[in-house]
């Protein structure tokens, strides 16, 4: 059974930075793709950044490119979201995803496994 786990959550000030991890456990296939969601109150979960295990393909949404990086530790299976010069509306519950599709994607639906999420919060 695939397992994700989230840390690295946590109050930030605006402007500053977080880096948030996800550890996969009970992979049976090296080819896979593990996105990171995030969703507010109210709203729908919305994708934020995608990497995929074997080439690192990258896919990141608009209003966090520049900011967000995306990275991949394949022997420790772990991928990290990198966030940078973090903002009051990057406020949100941050989940980590995990597909068997070839690309990087940011579509909620194509995902079958999902971390329990981590709160980070932007405020002064």
């Known amino acids: 059974q695939v397992q994700l786990v989230e840390s690295g959550g946590g109050l930030v000030q605006p402007g500053g930075s977080l880096r948030l991890s996800c550890a996969a456990s009970g992979l049976t296939l090296d080819y896979y793709a593990i996105g990171w969601f995030r969703q507010i109150p109210g709203k729908a979960r919305k994708g934020v950044a995608a990497?995929?295990?074997?080439?690192?393909?990258?896919k990141y949404q608009d209003s966090v490119k520049g900011r967000f990086t995306i990275s991949k530790d394949n022997a420790k299976k772990t991928v990290f979201l990198e966030m940078n010069n973090l903002e009051p509306e990057d406020t949100a519950v941050y989940y980590c995803?995990?597909?068997?599709?070839?690309?990087?994607?940011?579509?909620?639906?194509?995902?079958?496994?999902w971390g329990q999420g981590t709160q980070v919060t932007v405020s002064s």
């Open positions: 990497i995929t295990s074997e080439d690192g393909l990258t």
């Open positions: 995803a995990l597909t068997f599709a070839p690309l990087p994607q940011l579509e909620e639906r194509l995902y079958d496994y």
